[in-house]
């Protein structure tokens, strides 16, 4: 059965500074997003990321991918407050091609 | 561009009522999925649907069911709702298929049971 944790699962930063969310995968997966969500929002989806060593950048935040590790990472870089939200991993199961299993979610503040 | 729509945004109901969760979507979308959304829990999914009237059950069906009696509808039920199905309810829809296609997620009913 296919586990994905998420951590921190809360993370309270000043602007300007940087951090990573982390991402553990417990089985193969060929294919893993990242997502965001406003409070009161849906999901929109941010990255998918479907090899080894991908990389992808979107402004302040870039996911990388390590599937020898079993890791995914989302790193923020000189965070704002547009960024205050919660963030979400999700990894594609290996035998059941249409289903999605959901880190915990890491609900980011960032204070002025 | 996709677009899910859930039938209500905040929904307020009693221990053992029957409760009705709508969702629609208009791409023609033959998966359509049904998850709960609890703090630290991220999603979990409760059924799938890859086809009018086929259903799979996902992580955690019990006390709910569905209905999927046309392409574009996939509707949720509670037969006898408890306060512990207090959540936040998405639905998400994506294309059919052998490989993972994405999921486009609808704006989420908050669901309180009293």
């Known amino acids: 059965e296919l586990k994905v944790e998420q951590n921190p699962l809360f993370l309270s930063m000043q602007e300007g500074k940087n951090y990573t969310i982390y991402c553990n995968y417990s089985t193969t997966s060929d294919r893993l997003y990242w997502y965001r969500q406003d409070p009161g929002k849906s999901l929109e989806s941010l990255f998918v990321l479907l090899s080894n060593g991908a990389v992808k950048q979107e402004g302040r935040l870039m996911a990388s991918l390590d599937t020898k590790a079993r890791l995914s990472t989302l790193h923020i870089t000189a965070a704002v407050h547009d960024l205050s939200a919660t963030y979400f991993c999700?990894?594609?199961?290996?035998?059941?091609?249409?289903?999605?299993?959901f880190g915990g979610g890491t609900r980011l503040m960032v204070k002025p | 561009d996709v677009k899910v729509t859930q039938s209500s945004r905040y929904l307020v109901k009693r221990t053992g009522e029957k409760v009705f969760l709508e969702c629609v979507q208009d791409?023609?979308?033959?998966?359509m999925f049904w998850y709960r959304q609890d703090p630290g829990l991220g999603l979990r999914l409760i059924y799938f649907?890859?086809?009018?009237?086929?259903?799979e059950k996902g992580d955690i069906p019990e006390g709910y069911s569905v209905s999927r009696e046309k392409k574009e509808r996939f509707s949720l039920i509670l037969e006898s709702a408890s306060t512990n199905q207090t959540s936040m309810y998405l639905c998400?829809?994506?294309?059919?298929?052998?490989?993972?296609?994405?999921?486009?997620f609808g704006p989420g009913t908050r669901l309180t049971v009293l």
């Open positions: 649907s890859y086809d009018v009237k086929m259903k």
């Open positions: 998400a829809s994506s294309a059919g298929g052998t490989s993972y296609n994405e999921q486009f």
């Open positions: 791409m023609d979308h033959e998966n």
């Open positions: 999700a990894v594609v199961r290996g035998n059941a091609g249409n289903m999605l299993t």
